[in-house]
């Protein structure tokens, strides 16, 4: 599975962005998918997930601002990211796991590039 996120750039405090992954190869039915990030000198933290069945999950400090999507036909996640904040400048990652349950660790079995997320105060 080869996975591509796009959608990161330069937003100011209070701004949004939408950030896009799109998987390939042999996804099969059952996976969930994540958003994750990596600040400047912090270690990597979990955002957001999805099941396949549409469920989710998210970090206490993006609920009510960030919403994790999918759709199953193209094989595409995304990240609707609204009211950023500069302290969520980071390099934002999509990851993709075998299975249903929804799962917040960093045991993902395939990781994308990532896409930087630049916001400004």
């Known amino acids: 599975v080869q996975l591509q996120a796009s959608g990161g750039g330069l937003v100011q405090a209070g701004g949004s962005l939408r950030l896009s992954c799109a998987a390939s190869?042999?996804?099969?039915?059952?996976?969930?998918m994540a958003w994750f990030r990596r600040a400047p000198g912090k270690e990597r933290e979990f955002v957001a997930g999805?099941?396949?069945?549409?469920?989710?999950t998210y970090a206490d400090s993006v609920k009510g601002r960030f919403t994790i999507s999918r759709d199953n036909a193209k094989n595409m996640l995304y990240l609707q990211m609204n009211s950023l904040k500069p302290d969520e400048t980071a390099v934002y990652y999509c990851?993709?796991?075998?299975?249903?349950?929804?799962?917040?660790?960093?045991?993902?079995?395939?990781w994308g590039q990532g896409t930087l997320v630049t916001v400004s105060s």
């Open positions: 999805i099941a396949s069945v549409g469920t989710t």
């Open positions: 990851a993709f796991r075998y299975g249903y349950s929804l799962y917040s660790g960093p045991n993902y079995n395939y």
């Open positions: 190869g042999r996804t099969g039915s059952n996976y969930i």
